[in-house]
Every structure is written in C-alpha cells, then in structure tokens.
C-alpha cells in the first residue's frame, strides 16, 4: 500500500498553495506549520514573507485565508495576531486518514525518499574482559538506530569494533602456550570440550587473565616471553594466531550470552573487531603521507590540526603510527573508514561511541576528509553518548568501588520487574511461565527505555526503582498501556457485538481529536529520529501517546458504561490503532509488548 499523507503535510500543501497564489514570488515557501494548543496547527511563515515582499502580513494572512476551502480537510481557518494562521482540521478528515493508516501493515509511514546505504558502528566490547556498565549505551542506542533506519527504507550494516587486538594479548597468549588447558570446557564427567555458558566463559578469560598477569609483573623472563609473542602475533606466526582465535571464540560465547540477555541480535559477520583491518594499515600510512595528510614527526606519522591545542598550547596530533612503527587506534578507524566506504558502498557512518573520544573522532573524520574518504557525499557522524551515573549522580560503581558488571545490572533489573509482574499475575491470570517471561521483557525494557528516554549526549541515573515502576515516563508504563488496550480488545470480541471500525460521520470528543491528531504523526516522527539519530524523540512520541490513550479512555468510555454502537465502534478503532502503534514504536527502540500484564 502506498505511503499516507499526514494531516499536517495535507495541511501545509493547502496553505503552501494559497500562499503561492496570494503572493507568487513566495512559491515554494515553506508555510512553517506546527502544532499549536490554540488550534490543531498553527502556520507561522507569513510573516518573514511579508517582511520580505513589504507586504502587511495581517493582510497577506487575511488573503491567504480567503483562497483556502473548508469543510473537507480543515474545518476552520482564523488570523490571530500580526498574521498567524491557527487552522483546526475536520473530525472527518481525522478518521478517514487514520483509517488509510489502519489498513497499511506500515501504518502509513513512508520510505525516505533519500534511502542509502548507512555502517553502524556499536556495541564495542573487548575480548577476554567483561562487559560492564559502560558497554550498555552503546549497544542499546546502536541497536535502536539500526530498527528506526531500516524501517524507513535505509540499508544498515552492523559493524561491531571489538578490541581483539594490542600488546596485552602477548601476555595473555604466551600464558595459554605455556598452560595449554587454562581455557578447556569440562563438562560434569570431566570431559573436555563440554557446551559452555557465557558466565562459564568468562570465568575462564578472568582466571587466565589474572594469572598471566601476576606472572608478568612477577617474572622477568615470562615478561620478556609475553612481548617476543606480541611481534610473532603481529608477524602472523600461525601458531601465535591459533591461541589468539581461542580467546576471540571464548570472548563470543560470553558476549553473545550478554547480548541474548539484553534480547539483542548479534551475528558473527557483523563482528569485524581492530584485526580486521590489520591488512590496511601500512597502505593506509602510506596514502596518508603520500599526498601530505600526515608528517613525519620525532619519527610518528601525526597529522595536525590548528584548531585542536594541547595545555601547552601547541597542536594535538591524531598519531596515526608510533615512532617504534606502531600502529595506533586511529590506523585501524582510518582503515574501517577506506574499508565502509569503498568496500561496503556506505554514504553514512554512524559511531555511537562515548562523548569521551569525541576529539579522538573528529580527527579521525577531518584527516579522513582531507584524504577524501569522506566528503559532501560521504558523510560521518558521532552519536556521542553521556555516563551512566548512580542515584548519587556519580559515576555507576560497586559499593567497593569497582565497574558494575552488565550481566548483574540486568539480572537485578529482570528480578525487580518479575516481582512487579507477579504482584498483579493473579488478576490477570498469568502461568507461572507467563511470569517469567514478562518479567524478562518488562526489566530488559525497562533498562533499554531508561536509555533510550533521555538524549544521548546527557548524562542518565541508572534507578531501577524508577525504572520498573507503573507511573511516569517508564517503559512499563508504555508496555501495561498496550497490555490494557489488549484486554479491552479481546473483551469487546467477547462480547460479539461490535468490533473496530472507523466511522467519518462522527463527531470526535476533544479527547479523541487529541489522541487522533498524535497518531496521525507516527510517520513524521519516525523520520525524525532517524535525521536526526535521536531515538529519544520516538520513546517521547510514544510515552505521550499513552498518556493521551489514558485521558482518552477515562473521558471516553468503549465497553462500559455502553456507548452507542458505532460509537463504541469507533472508539475500539482508536484502541486498536493506538495498540499497533505502540507495539511498532516500541519494537523499534528493542522493546517487547506482551499482550498480558
């Protein structure tokens, strides 16, 4: 089915028309329509128009009004000031376009008209060290974004940048040599190679790596050991690189157990960590300072910026190769950049990476420019995240001080939820299965949407008694707000004598207009977000969306006291449509809706 004009875009074609007839100079001219809670819109470009062309606005306003019909679209058109236009549409044109949106498995909403190719880069863990609370942003913001562009058309290529390469894995390497069975899976029979859990494997890569540790710091001749397996691990010494593969392979049984928790898809192809661009490291150092991007300096490749100055007051360069010949992180982002953009066609890179390597990555990108990886066509951008901070507004710790574990964070936030679930399991009559998987997706949601809520340049306090709580802006409220809709739904198919149908004739109760108007905008909000990369924008669009629904159902009632029957048909149309709206917003932003709460 074709894509459904929104109210507001029908709307501002209408005045964009007359405007162009009134005064032809402005055709093209943006009418500047908005949401006003003086009418249902209201049109405020007239006057930069007029001041332009030296007209009198009221004036120009007045005229425009004069060529603008009623009755089908808006039912009513006023002046108000020195030349606003407040517009209200008609009840009919409400329902009518809903109903288009209702018989599209999209609800209506388009396909960008300027869908390309975008390479997001997310969910970045390291190998053989555990994901703390630090890695959630990162995956929960990516994983959204990769939802909201593809749904509107976009091509997405996930790219996960783990760190599976550097010195530290000569250590660790060099231990594995010498204890060959540090990283072997025993079963209960005490057979090797026995199926390991994501907690088992991380217990592994914490034991070995705190042994090879305090060997490294204790002998000298183990420490020299632990740096000649650097340079044969750099060297591509088969070996070398068969004990390095076992770390990654046990790294992904605990990451892929980590993201199963956080009910997110992760597939190997999509896992290209630092090793994957090793091979273009040297040409890359190479184009660089070939066409005079970089310089030697002191014996580094840099590249220098006047814009970007140390405390000394001197440039800060972006090292590209160390003095010893060393590859630095921005080697290995320059050669993901060559490799997104010529390899996998990308017109869009997008890094959802901490706020704190925000100049790491702008000279990443600027050198990038310059070297003419990325230009107009090209672009790339970094959707900087803020820290995860604790009640206290401090950084999130362990009351001793230590990085929380993710897996804890989550396994806290899942039995919180399940207890808020249980409470209320017995009015709905959920089965104990029942429980446990909604107490799943009610405390997965909760942290993804706690997230997802606030914009991810600010700072957010990870509080789980918020989070799993019925009121306010949390994602449980959003998830019994569907759970209700459904028990109304499947109450009135009950009854057998009225199902969802849109009715034009009727008159809409202001409640109802409320509710229409918002769902009317799903679409324009959609392409917002995914401009704008602000996944927060939709969790907002959809916590008010509830609210609405719930003045909507208190003002107006469906099942009882009982409506007249195309009324109470009517009003199960917009539960309907606000239930299918939500379970769609919400799968976006990685969230489930069951059905029962």
């Given amino acids: ?36 809670d003086r009418a249902d819109f209201q049109a405020n470009g007239i006057l930069a128009l007029a001041k332009k062309a030296k007209a009198n606005p009221r004036e120009l306003a007045t005229t425009v009004v004069g060529s603008i019909p009623t009755g089908d679209l808006i039912r009513d058109i006023e002046v108000s000031g020195p030349g606003f236009l407040n517009i209200t549409v008609s009840d009919r044109a409400i329902i009518e376009t809903l109903a288009a949106r209702a018989g599209d498995d999209r609800l209506g909403v388009p396909y960008a008209a300027n869908a390309g190719t975008t390479v997001i880069d997310y969910a970045q863990p390291n190998v053989a060290k555990e994901m703390h609370v630090g890695h959630l942003r990162s995956a929960v913001i990516g994983a959204a974004m990769v939802e909201i562009l593809e749904f509107t058309g976009e091509k997405v290529v996930r790219r996960h940048h783990i760190g599976d390469w550097g ?53 000298e001749e183990f420490k020299t050991r632990a740096r000649a397996r650097v340079v044969d691990l750099q060297a591509g010494d088969e070996q070398t690189l068969a004990m390095w593969q076992r770390f990654v392979d046990e790294s992904k049984i605990y990451f892929y157990s980590v993201f199963d928790k956080l009910d997110m898809d992760i597939q190997d192809p999509d896992v290209v960590g630092e090793s994957g661009y090793n091979d273009m490291l040297v040409e890359t150092c190479k ?81 990038a420019r310059r070297a003419g990886w990325l230009n107009d066509e090209v672009k790339a951008v970094q959707l900087a995240f803020g820290t995860v901070l604790g009640k206290d507004g401090k950084p999130f710790k362990t009351r001793e ?36 998987e909604n107490g799943r997706y009610v405390g997965i949601g909760a942290v993804k949407y706690a997230d997802l809520s606030t914009s ?13 709580s019925l009121n306010g802006d949390t994602s449980v409220y959003l998830q019994y707000a569907y759970a209700r809709i459904k028990s109304i739904l499947r109450k009135a198919a009950e009854a057998g004598e009225r199902t969802p149908l849109a009715h034009p004739e009727l008159e809409l109760a202001p409640a109802e207009r409320a509710l229409g108007l918002h769902l009317d905008g799903f679409g324009e909000l959609i392409a917002e977000a995914a401009a704008e990369h602000a996944p927060h924008k939709l969790a907002a669009y959809l916590y008010q969306l509830s609210s609405l629904f719930t003045t909507f159902y208190d003002q107006c009632p469906v099942i009882k006291p009982e409506p007249e029957l195309v009324v109470g048909e009517n009003r199960l149309f917009l539960c309907d449509l606000t239930a299918r709206t939500l379970t769609k917003g919400m799968s976006l932003l990685g969230i489930r809706t069951p059905e029962r709460l």
């Fill in 1 to 36: 089915m074709a894509s459904v004009p929104s109210l507001a875009s029908s709307v501002n074609q209408r005045v964009a028309d007359a405007l162009a007839s009134a005064l032809p100079e402005a055709g093209g001219a943006d009418p500047l329509l908005r949401r006003s």
């Fill in 401 to 436: 001080g230590e990085t929380v574990r993710l897996v804890d964070l989550l396994d806290e936030a899942v039995d919180r939820a399940t207890a808020v679930v249980r409470e209320k399991a017995e009015k709905v009559g959920l089965s104990e299965e029942e429980i446990v």
């Fill in 167 to 219: 010195t530290q894995f000569g250590m660790l390497i060099q231990y594995l040599i010498e204890h060959p069975h540090e990283l072997d899976h025993k079963s209960v029979d005490g057979a090797d190679d026995a199926e390991v859990s994501g907690e088992e494997a991380m217990s592994n890569l914490n034991r070995l790596y705190k042994a090879s540790r305090a060997l490294f710091d204790s002998d």
């Fill in 456 to 468: 991810p340049s600010r700072d957010y306090k990870f509080d789980l008694d918020q989070m799993v």
């Fill in 287 to 367: 184009l660089l300072e070939d066409s005079g991007v970089a310089v030697r300096s002191n014996g580094a490749l840099c590249v220098f910026f006047d814009e970007y100055k140390g405390p000394d007051g001197n440039p800060t360069p972006l090292i590209v190769q160390k003095s010893d010949g060393g590859f630095g992180y921005a080697a290995t982002d320059l050669s993901a950049i060559r490799d997104r953009v010529s390899h996998l066609k990308a017109d869009t890179l997008i890094y959802v990476v901490d706020a704190r390597q925000s100049l790491h990555f702008k000279m990443v990108f600027e050198t």
